[in-house]
């Protein structure tokens, strides 16, 4: 019976409460009520709160649509992580395109100059896929994850005690409001007459005042510790901004190593396809060969890689022609590391400095490099001539 009695109480009271903020907030909207403004602050707080939300979400959910373009296997990805489950894995389109690649080459014929080259195409085609692969699952552990969990986690944290300080400030303006007309109607009857009647509504109201000033007190102080507690997890919005930078970071590097990956692949596989077929491989325009890139294997992606980018120097046409025209040798610094693809070609180191020389019939794209005793062939956009 006890229980039962505290229990109406409490609800009694709770529905008390409610009303009275439903009122109050009501009676501001009306522009019948005054509200206590929170200092400039806080506010700058929760408005720099809610921008890193919004932006955090959108930038979640559109990285998300880069890494998976297709919608059904996101959706479905989506079901397995609430289940709790792994989602299966699948074939990514370059691994498909792969497999169908090798197969017809298989099927035309390994001895055959099409199908070699459709074989060969197709095993790159695969190590893109697994790359990819590999950049997905990089990008989601150090880059979505920590995102999520803002969203998830921290922001929910933060929406919470936001909300109990909205219903502080509601309770402290409610008090303010009630004392408020408690004085007023205390003065009213001390303006009348000294009858009996009139001084016990005097002494009625002035009851009243006192609980009023003790039940402002209350709120005062309840709603000054909820702006305190609220006010200190918004402070920690600084650290999250400094937290996904690094994930930033991270997603950066998976990408470079991506695109550098993909890269070499592709001109390791224009090598294989020119050296297979010299004499009736060809590209359909008449554009020249892509220059030379920094490989995957060189120290590019690193813990620099952010700032190594900002710096890199393109080796501009006129120059190249320089390295072309020039007769006897000269002196070059190198750009990049280079490891060489084989016994023709010298392995490089970023800064050094190599002497060049061009040799008649030899592809456009290269250069005859010696340091020291070794000699072999230089990627010429790795090369900075000196004068």
């Known amino acids: 019976m006890n229980i039962m009695d505290f229990n109406v109480k409490k609800l009694a009271a709770d529905a008390g409460t409610f009303l009275s903020r439903a009122v109050q ?93 459709l074989i060969k ?11 990819d692969r590999e950049l997905i699952q990089t990008s989601a552990l150090n880059f979505l994850t920590p995102l999520r969990n803002f969203i998830e986690g921290d922001y929910k944290t933060i929406s919470k005690e936001r909300k109990l300080l909205q219903n502080k400030r509601l309770d402290l303006d409610a008090a303010k409001t009630r004392l408020k007309k408690a004085k007023a109607a205390e003065t009213r009857a001390s303006q009348l007459n000294s009858a009996r009647l009139e001084g016990d509504n005097i002494m ?25 507690i609220t006010r200190l997890l918004l402070e920690g919005i600084s650290s999250t901004h400094a937290h996904h930078l690094r994930c930033l970071n991270d997603f950066v590097e998976a990408q470079m190593t991506y695109y550098a990956q993909c890269y070499q692949y592709m001109l390791d596989l224009q090598k294989q396809l020119g050296r297979c077929f010299p004499s009736n491989y060809h590209c359909n325009n ?90 072999g062939r230089v990627p010429i956009t790795y090369l900075e001539l000196l004068n």
Not at 206 to 228: G, H, M, N, W, Y
Request: glycine letters at 6%; proline letters at 4%.
């Open 204 to 228: 009625i109201w002035a009851e009243e005042v006192t609980k009023s000033e003790q039940e402002l007190r209350i709120t005062q102080s309840e709603f000054d510790r909820q702006a305190e």
């Open 25 to 117: 907030f009501t009676e501001e909207k009306l522009g019948q009520a005054e509200k206590t403004e929170l200092d400039a602050h806080l506010e700058n707080l929760l408005s720099k709160a809610e921008c890193t939300k919004i932006w955090t979400e959108k930038i979640m959910k559109q990285t998300e649509v880069l890494l998976q373009p297709n919608p059904n296997a996101r959706i479905e990805e989506f079901v397995y992580e609430k289940l709790d489950r792994k989602a299966p894995s699948r074939i990514n389109n370059p691994e498909l395109l792969g497999q169908y690649m090798i197969d017809a080459g298989t099927e035309f014929g390994p001895g055959t100059a099409y199908g070699n080259a």
């Open 286 to 375: 008449n554009q020249t060969s892509v220059a030379p890139m920094p490989s995957a294997s060189s120290n590019v992606i690193g813990s620099s890689a952010l700032t190594s980018t900002s710096g890199l120097v393109i080796v501009s046409p006129s120059n190249l022609v320089d390295l072309k025209e020039c007769s006897g040798s000269r002196k070059a610094r190198v750009l990049y590391d280079y490891d060489a693809a084989n016994s023709s070609e010298l392995s490089l180191l970023a800064d050094e400095v190599i002497t060049v020389f061009s040799v008649v019939g030899m592809d456009s794209d290269w250069l005859m490099g010696e340091r020291g005793n070794q000699k």
């Open 121 to 131: 195409c197709g095993e790159t085609q695969k190590r893109i896929g697994t790359a």
